[in-house]
C-alpha cells in the first residue's frame, strides 16, 4: 500500500525508501528485512528526491516550494489558494514556461535538512537560491550530497534569472547546515555543466563530472578530482573520449567506477584515479544501475530482448556475469527477433552502426515489411537496450524487421562524431540514414 522506491541502505543498517502509504511521499525506514516500516519525514508536501548523511543521523530531502515562501506552510497555503481560485489565466515573466511535460507553476526544487530522529525543524539549506535541485525535468539525487561530516552540503544547480532556457551553467555549491542561504561556489571558473558531486571514503577529495563548452548539452562529462583542502582540480582520463555517468568510489579510494555509452552498449568501467587507465567490466548490454559488493558488483542490465535483471561479477573475475533475477519469467516462452549490430561506411565514409532486428519466429527466405526506427535527441542512441517507450520488440512482434541507426551525431561513438551533427542536421544524418 502506497508502494516503495529509492531505496537505500543506512550506515545505521537500516533500510530508506520513499513511499506515499501515509498519503504524501515521505522518507520511511525499514529493518534490514523489511519489516517494521517507520515514517522518517512528515513534511506537508512531496519529498521528491533524498540523500541520507553518512552517520544517517540526517536527510537532505527536495522539495518543490515557491521560493520567495519564509517556510513549508507558506508554499502549502498558496497552493491551495492556486487551487481554489476559479480563475485559470497565468502571467509569465520569464522563461521557463514549461519543463519537458510539465507547466511551470513558479515552485522550484529546494533542499531541506532533517534529522532522522524528528527532533529539529526541516532547515532550507538552499533558501534564496533562484534555481531548482535537482534540476528539472531529469535530474535526481545523483546531483546533491552531504559532506563527510555530516555538516554541509554540496550541490549541483543553475541560476534561473533570464537566461535559464539556454544556460548550461550548472555548478557546484557548498553550504553548511547551520548557515543556510550563504552558498560557497566550488566551479565557478567552469561556465560549462558541473554535477554529480561523490567524496572519497577519507573525505580529503571530491569528484564530479563536468563539460567544457558553455551552452551545449550534449558536451562529453569529464571526470575531475578537486582536493578538498587545497581546492585545487585535476581531470582524471583526459584522453577516454566517452561521457561519464554517475560516479562511485572504490573502497580503498583508488578506483573511480561509473557508466557509459560506448558503441551501442552502456558498459560499467573502472577508471585508475592515479593513472587514469579506463578498463571495460560489462560486455554487452544497458547497465542501468550499480551497487558495489565485498567481492564486486550487483548490477541492472537489459538488452533490446530483455528487461532489467540483476547481474552480479566479481572485481577482477573475467567470468560472465551471473542472473541471479528473473523478474518476468512470463517471457521466457515468448518469442523475440534475433537483434544484431553492424556497421557500414556513412557520410565521408566514416564508420556508422546501426541494429537490425529480425521479426519474431522469422523464416529465412521469406519477405517481411521493413520498420525504420530513428532517434532523436538528436544527441542519442538507439543502442543494446531495452525501452518501454520505443520499443522494436513491439515492431518484431508484429512481423517488421526493424533498423535502427546511430547516424553522425548520436552518443557514444566519441565526441568529435556527436559534434558532427552541429550545424548539420539536415544533411549528414540524413545521408547516413539513406545509406
Known sequence: EGGANTARWGS???????????GTSQVWRAD??????????SVALDVNAYRLSPDASKVAVSLAV????????????RAKAVADDPATGQVYDRMFVRHWDTWNDGTQ?????????????????TRGFDGDTPSKPFGDESEFTFTPDNQSIVFSAREAGQSEPWSTNFDLYQV??????????LTDANDAWDTGPVFSPDGRTLAYRAMARPGFEADKYAIFLRDVASGETRQVAADWDRSADTLQWSRDGRTLYTTAGDVGQTRLFSIDTRRGTVVPITG???VSAFQQTPSGFVFAQDTLRRPSELFVKTFRGREMPRQI???????????????????????????VHGYVIKPANYVEGQKYPVAFLIHGGPQGSFGNSWSYRWNPSSYAGAGYAVVMIDFHGSTGYGQAFTDSISQHWGDRPFEDLQK
Open 325 to 351: 533475477t528473473n523478474a518476468n519469467p512470463q517471457l521466457d516462452d515468448k518469442a523475440f527477433g534475433e537483434a544484431e549490430q553492424f556497421s557500414f561506411p556513412g557520410w565521408n565514409g566514416e564508420t
Open 12 to 22: 545505521d543498517g537500516k533500510l530508506y525508501f520513499l513511499s506515499g502509504r501515509s
Open 284 to 286: 554487452e548490454g544497458h
Open 176 to 185: 553548511a547546515i547551520s548557515a543556510p542561504g550563504e552558498l560557497t561556489n
Open 109 to 125: 526544487n529546494h533542499l531541506f535538512v532533517i534529522n532522522t530522529d524528528g527532533s529539529g525543524a526541516p532547515v532550507q539549506v
Open 66 to 77: 515557491f521560493p520567495d515562501c519564509a517556510d513549508i506552510a507558506c508554499t502549502v497555503d
Open 32 to 41: 534490514a528485512d523489511g519489516t517494521n516500516p517507520t515514517q522518517v519525514t
